[in-house]
């Protein structure tokens, strides 16, 4: 069983920016991402980075705005959100897989789920 913590979420204006952070208990050999969920609206898939590889996938959505990266030492995946937009206002989940799908936009097809940060962005 792997434990998902995240830190870093919060609110900021339009335009700013913020970090959030994943740490995984247990094995560090999954590959993990970002989902998020707004209201009213489905899971969306947001970014993730393969452990085997260091292959690294984005949403259309934020691509250029947002970069995923991780430490394997500290089990950690970090999101750093930069040109934050109102849209942008979600509830942030890390996701992490032990079956090498890390391509994967399918909330359904990612293992473990952490509890969730919330990130507001206000115009």
């Known amino acids: 069983q792997v434990q998902l913590v995240e830190s870093g979420g919060g609110s900021v204006q339009a335009g700013g920016s913020l970090r959030l952070s994943c740490t995984a208990s247990?094995?560090?050999?999954?590959?993990m991402g970002w989902f998020r969920h707004a209201p009213g609206k489905e899971r969306e898939f947001v970014a993730a980075?393969?452990?085997?590889?260091?292959?690294?996938y984005y949403a259309d959505s934020v691509k250029g705005r947002f970069t995923i990266s991780r430490d394997n030492a500290k089990n950690t995946v970090y999101l750093q959100m930069n040109s934050l937009k109102p849209e942008d206002t979600a509830v942030y989940y890390c996701?992490?897989?032990?079956?090498?799908?890390?391509?994967?936009?399918?909330?359904?097809?990612?293992?473990?789920w952490g509890q969730g940060t919330q990130v507001t962005v206000s115009s």
């Open positions: 980075f393969s452990w085997s590889g260091g292959h690294i």
């Open positions: 996701v992490a897989d032990p079956y090498g799908r890390p391509w994967s936009t399918s909330s359904e097809e990612w293992t473990y």
């Open positions: 247990g094995r560090s050999s999954y590959d």
